[in-house]
Every structure is written in structure tokens, then in C-alpha cells.
């Protein structure tokens, strides 16, 4: 397989006694979508909170495109184009579409914002992404429905020559027919060669896009695999139980458990 | 995405009408609480005391009253859109002016220095506060709380007890004192209406240019009409003759303290809606997560915030100190303080962050300074007064909390 263009290692994350993260491996390769899943709690939220600078790991390495980088504060991940999509929503409900999608990078000319070029660019963003529900985009985001408010999350986090996107439960809230266009955005970013990473309860949608899928389980790795290899028993039982029956599965897994004190201490 | 370049929607004045109307009931109320009571008290008042209350005297009056509370009210809308307040601004003023004073009239420095000392000194406080609220996290209520009493201590100290710092420099007196020449008012009149005008023309037909959605001529005319008109009855009131007995002085033309007002107006409503800071002090005060997230540094913003708040808050004590001739330790207190709070309310801020125009300091200054002047003009007792505003900035955060609610409920914030 090609190059991963993100490469994490040995990731260790705790908030005070709480150990979250106990050395967490994880490679993200362009043009694919790999699904992070993991029962509530496990840590994927902030595996990835970590990757786009808005709460640091405690230790470990970030290696992109095989440069070791240190990652502290958001404009550090949107330099590299690393983009977040968060659960809960980082949107500000005061202002509209177009000044949401240019939050913290405005455009601006001789020190003034270019709302022409902004607005104009959001239009082009949100035509390329195929959005149509949206009926003015000088709305206040306040008055969106959940789902466009995805959909102006997702664009926000292309409107710029981004690398890598991350998704942390994209589909969440949303009805049959908005999940199915939002999982088609997913797989429209990888096709023009993003690298996405793709938080998800709903294996249906990991199986419906995902590329790979790797399972976090007690603050570990537990397998990353190729979505073709595996079914959806084996993946539920890694979430489950941080192993699976085959064989040829989990070596990662295996040794979580048993290794769970040098890894924390 | 119906924004596509060939059937957009050209903005005439009946679409901006039906538009506003819409805005309005979904619970963006904005200016029309402001010009509403403006409208109103001040038919009460010619009502009540008909020769008085309208002559052109009373009028120029009102807008020396209320320069320095209008003034202070727009730093205030800085802080208030963060979702935070302070206090001390009051205070900030008083004490600033204190600074001015006592280097003008007891060190002999001549008036700039004094000015340039007395701004530097409410950007030393606001520096402080902010750094507490931003740095340390603490509440601004409490922090500023803090500043009120501390501030009016340092002001009795500067003045001393019972005492007062006359000020004597003709310029600082003039500032709000006296008028401009009738003709230079009517020059700023047609830059303010002109300027208006050309501006407007000039986005519409960029924006068209660029196959943006864009203000219809029509509107613009529209806009530009009623503004002219309003300002042009109001300059035209205030070039009046105004004195008793004009042989012996005569006094009319446009106050000078509406230049200071119009040219912070223009520089500070630049900096909010024009510059990246300016959207990053919305986003702040809209959702600071999510600005942290994008990469905004929410501190910063803040520090500045306060900053900017209280550096106004001392052009105000100068605009009080140029009024009263001298400063006291009342300089700033008691009611100066909730009466900006009040006219940035009254005018449109909300109070809980994110919603907010330098424009609304002046809007609720005025129905702030016709109450003032209305009350005093019925005689009425200060008690009457104190309790008459109380109740306006209640009503006024009533409605900023309703439409408030209304707006979440109809997605509109
Ligand atoms: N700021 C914090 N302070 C303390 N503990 C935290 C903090 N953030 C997360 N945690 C803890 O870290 C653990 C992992 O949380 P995280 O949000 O990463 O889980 P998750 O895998 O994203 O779960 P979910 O699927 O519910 O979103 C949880 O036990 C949570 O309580
Ligand atoms: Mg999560």
C-alpha cells in the first residue's frame, strides 16, 4: 500500500488519574477512508482532538508524510491541512454560513474582509459538494437543520486545500435519506485523494465507505484492518471485547490486555 | 444553493421592507425598541412641556448630556459582545479624567499630553482587567466588581476628598461645550449623507460585478433619503439661534462632541464589521469553543475587547470632565455607569454576547439622555428619575431576553 500520510505511535493521553489513550498506533493513507469505531468512551474523540491540535497528547509521535510534527495549537493542524469535523458541532450560531466556512482564516484585502470573495468562494464549496437544501447562504447557521449544519461543518473543513479530514460521528443525528448524502460527501473527498478518518457508531456506514477500520479498545489499537477482510461480527466482537475469534486477526489485541500496566506506567 | 449567478434576487425597497418585517417577528428586533421609544418619549415630553422640552437649546443640551454616556455605552459594546461586562467602566472614566486633570491643571502639560494620559491610563485598566478575565478565567463581574471599588478609591485619592481638578485649557472645554460654525454643520452633514450614498452605490455595483446578490438602486436612494432628511432636520434645529440675547453671544450650529461621536463611530463600527478581528469578536462571544477550535486566539480577543472598552470609557471622563469644567470625585459615578449599560441594551446589544453594533450606543444613548432631560425639565425629583430609568433598562433587557428566546425558537439568533 501506498505511503500513509499521517502516522501516529505510541499515543499516551490522561486527564488527571484517567488514562485514556495507552499507546495508540494508527496509519491514514490519501484516497482512503478509515473508520476509527470503538464503544463509548474509548478515546476516539480525543485521539483526535490530539491530531488537530486543540488538546496536545501527553506523549507519543505524529509523523506526516514521514516528518515527525508537533501539533499544539489548531492553526499548527490546519497548516499541515489537517481539518476537523467535531461531534458537537464547532459552529457559532451568530453568524452566518459564509463567515462560519472562513472562521480564524477571513479573507481579507488591504487589512479589510473580502466578503465578495468569501461569499463567492462558499457558493463555489457548496456547489462543488453538491449542497442544494441550503436556501441562502448569508443565513445565521441558527436556522439550519442538523443536517446542513453537517454539511456547512464538512465544507468548512474543505474550502481549503485540505489533506487530511476527520469526521467524529458525521452521521449521528441525522435521518436515513441526509446520512446517505452526507456518507456520499465522505466518499467524494477520498475519491479526489483526501485521507479522511471517519468516527462512527453505525457499521452499516463504516461498511457502506469505509476503506479500513480500526477498532480502539481500553485505550489501544486493537486491529486495523482492511474492510473487505473482516465482517461485521468479527469488528462487533473487537469492539466488544477488544479480540476477535479468526485467527488471523488482532495481534494488536491480543496483547492489549495483558500489557495494559507497563503501558500506563 | 438558489444563489446562482443568473437568478438572483435584486434587494428593492419592498423586498427590504418585507425582509426587515420578517427579521423583526422571528425576533431580531435590532434598532426598532430604540427608535421606538426615542418616538415615543419625545412626543410625551412635547406633550408635557411643549416650549421647552422642543426648543433648539434643550435639543443641543440633550446631545452634550449624553455624549459621554453614548461614548462609554460603545466601549461597553465591545465587552458585551463577549458575554461579558464591566463594571468599572464608570469609574474608568472618572479616574482616567482624574489622570488628565492633574497633569493638565496641577503639572502644567499641555492639553494633548493630558489627553494622550488620560487614554493611555483607561487602557492600563482595561489591560488589567482583561488580563484577569482572559488569563486567570475569573468572572468579569467580579474582577470588574473589584475595579469599581478600587477605581473610585484611586479617584478619591487623585482628586481628594471633597475636592475637584478644575480644567482651564480652552480646547478641553470646547470639546463638549461649544459649536461649530453653521456652515461647517451642514458640511458634515453632506459628507455624512454623501459618503453614505457613495458607499452604498459602490458595494452594490461591486457586488453585482462579482455576481453577488446586491442592494437595488431604488433602495439605496431610499436609504439615503431618509437619512438625509433625518440629519438634515436635526442640523437644521441645531444651527438655530440659541441664545437669549444673541447681540452678546451667540450660540448655534452642530455641537462639536457629534464630530467625536460620528468619527468613533465610523473607526469602531470599521473595526467590527470589516476587519478579521471584528468577526472574531462575534465569533467569541457567539461560541468561544468553536472560535478556539478554528484557530482563533480567544484571549487575545478578549484582552482587546477590554482594552478597547476601557479606553473609551476614558474618552468618555473626558467628555464629562470638558461638561462640568473640573472633575470631582463624583466624576463617573453612580448612574454613568448603568447608563451605558442601559443604552447599549436599550440600543440593541444583547447581554448575552454575540449581537451588537457601535450604532446601539448611540441609538439607546439618546433615549437614555431624553429621559435624563425630559424628567428634568417636568422637574421631576431625582428619585422619579432613578427609578424611571431602572425600569426603561429593565424593560429593555426584557426585551433583549424575549426576542432572545423568540429567535432561538424560530432559528434566527
Ligand atoms: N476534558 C476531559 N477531562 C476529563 N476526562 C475526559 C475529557 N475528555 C474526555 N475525557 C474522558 O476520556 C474518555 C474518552 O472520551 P472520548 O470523548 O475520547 O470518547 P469517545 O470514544 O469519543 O466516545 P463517544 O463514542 O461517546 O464519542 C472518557 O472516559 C471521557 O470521560
Ligand atoms: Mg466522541
Redesign the pocket.
Known sequence: MAQPIVELTDIVKS??P?S?LKGVSLKVYPGKITALV??????????IKGLAGV?PYDSGTVRFENNVVTLHNPREATALGIEVVY?DLALCDNLDIVHNLFLGREVTKNGQLDEDTMERRATETLAALSVRTVKSIRQHVASLSGGQRQTVAIARSVIWNSRVVIL??PTAALGVAQTEQVLKLVRRLADQGLAVVL?S?NLNDVFEVADQVSV?YLGKIAAQLAVKDVTRNQVVELITSGRSGAQDLAPVGDTSASNEETATS | MSATTHDLPEQGVAAAVRSYIGRTRGGDVGALPAVLSLIVLAAVFTVLRPSTFTNAFNFSNLLHQGAAVIVIAMGLVFVLLLGEIDLSAGFTAGTSAAVMGVVLTNHGWPWYASVLACILTGAVIGTCIGALVARLGIPSFVVTLAAFLGLQGVLLKLVGEGGTVPIRNDILLAINNDNMPVWAGWVLWAVVVGGFAVLSVRRAIRRRSHGLQAEDLSLVVAKSLVLAVLLGAATYFLSIERSRNPEVSSIKGVPQVVLVLLVLLVVLSFVLSRTSFGRHVYAVGGNAEAARRAGINVRRVKLICFVIGSSLAAIGGILIASRNNSISPNTGAADTLLYAVGAAVIGGTSLFGGKGRVLDAILGGLVIAVIINGMGLLNKPSSTVYMVTGFVLLVAASVDALSRRRAASTGNV
Open positions: 486527564f488527571g484517567v485514556v470503538g464503544d463509548n468512551g474509548a478515546g476516539k474523540s480525543t485521539l488538546q461531534q467524529d460521528e468516527i457508531h480502539l
